[in-house]
């Protein structure tokens, strides 16, 4: 069962934290607070589980490991719901403030007070699933018009979500940077509002939204631990997720906040890239990984800020560990409970199990019978055709 994991190639980049300013100052407490306040009184707000897997923490030699397991969200089954349909909020409230002139109430603009003006206004963004799924659902519950630009290898299932939450859904030629240049040219054009969960100078707004709404999922884990763990491993793709729960763990926890190991796919590696030249890097990609939402060749440079700060790891992870990690994930490998996840969400721990069992790198990122590890399952099963895929052993 380990064998793919024991033989798997991973790269590896260690920096030194400076911990000198953007972990606490990028992404703000306050932000935080306002998200934390706003979403928990959503409609189908419910902390998701934080699942402990103990017989894989016997078998990799270490004290414990717990899996927080996205696909639950809002019915969204990422993650990613909490960032673009808050972003979506905050771009709209800003909007809607040029013609109403105050910031209106956020359950006013829920129930549809504000429904005739918010109707003239057209929120956009680009996708390779799951950001676009939060922006449109953010669309319908804000009441705006949505139009979401996918690339050539993002799922007709995943397309059909968002059509079906009523966004007009655009294919792009080329990969998710090509989507997102096309969003910028279209929002100038059209007077589109961008919602984009990755930013670039004079841009950085709503991605600082989109990762306030991340902290959600990041204090509902703090919450669960009397004492931190001592490594946190995050998946990274224009680096959000990982940067807003870095900044979380960091304003929570201080120094006593977990050891915080970055995850990519060694096919879209922009923050490893960035890492080793120690400013934010773009990687071109030739080949899609199937790690869909990790499919990045550019890094928000905001959270780029934030990793700089206070990563301590870069690892990258082959393809070749995903399938059988999402197996051994639902056959309750070990003996504990069986999970369903997606591909992007797995990843990693994928990085655990491998780094764990690779007394190499076991070594290099510290890991012993003292360990606590705590990883995101950032999704759960987003796109049924690729999870039948892995499931029949066919990727
Ligand atoms: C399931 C899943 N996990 C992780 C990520 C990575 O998040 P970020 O792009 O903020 O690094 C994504 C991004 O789309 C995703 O869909």
Redesign the pocket.
């Known amino acids: 069962m380990f064998t793919p994991f024991t033989t798997a190639i991973l790269n590896h980049h260690a920096t030194t934290p400076s911990f000198d300013g953007p972990v606490t100052q990028t992404l703000n407490c306050t932000d935080f607070d306002s998200a934390e306040k706003e979403i928990s009184n959503w409609d189908g707000y419910a902390e998701t589980p934080l699942f402990d897997l103990p017989g894989l923490a016997r078998n990799l030699g270490i004290r414990d490991l717990r899996y927080k397991h996205e696909g639950p969200r809002f019915g969204l089954g990422?993650?990613?719901a909490l960032g673009g349909a808050y972003a979506v909020l905050r771009t709209v409230q800003r909007e809607l403030s040029k013609s109403i002139g105050k910031l209106a109430d956020p359950a006013d603009m829920r129930c549809g007070l504000y429904a005739e003006q918010t109707k003239t206004i057209t929120v956009i963004s680009a996708?390779?699933?799951?950001?676009g799924r939060s922006v449109a659902w953010g669309a319908v519950q804000f009441h705006t018009n949505c139009r979401i630009y996918i690339h050539a290898e993002v799922s007709e299932h995943r397309a059909d979500v968002m059509r079906k939450l009523g966004a007009e859904v655009i294919r792009v030629d080329g990969d998710y940077d090509a989507t997102v240049a096309q969003t910028r040219a279209d929002a100038e054009k059209h007077g589109w509002l961008i919602v984009s969960?990755?930013s670039w100078p004079g841009y950085t707004q709503p991605p600082l939204d989109v990762m306030a709404g991340y902290g959600v999922m990041a204090r509902e884990i703090v919450q669960s631990y009397a004492t931190p763990p001592t490594h946190v491993f995050l998946?990274?793709?224009?680096?959000?997720?990982?940067a807003a729960v870095t900044a979380v763990f960091h304003q929570e926890w201080g120094l006593d906040a977990p050891r915080v190991v970055i995850v990519e796919p060694e096919l879209a590696s922009c923050l490893f890239a960035s890492a080793k030249a120690n400013r934010a890097a773009n990687v071109e990609i030739s080949e899609e990984t199937i790690m869909?939402?990790?499919s990045?060749g550019e890094p928000?440079e905001l959270?780029w800020l934030v990793l700089a700060d206070a990563a301590h790891d870069f690892v990258t992870i082959p393809e070749s560990i995903v399938g059988p990690m999402v197996r051994m994930l639902v056959d309750g490998a070990c003996g504990d409970a069986p999970i369903e996840a997606?591909e992007?969400?797995v990843?990693g721990l994928c990085a655990v199990v491998a780094a764990a069992k690779q007394p190499a790198l076991r070594r290099k990122l510290r890991l012993d019978a003292n360990s606590s590890i705590v990883v995101i399952g950032?999704?759960g099963v987003?796109d049924p055709n690729v999870y039948a895929k892995i499931i029949a052993g066919e990727i």
Do not use: I, P, R, Y
């Open positions: 990422s993650f990613k996708t390779d699933g799951n950001h969960d990755t998946q990274g793709g224009v680096g959000g997720l990982a869909a939402g990790l990045c928000s959270a997606g992007s969400g990843a950032s999704e987003t």
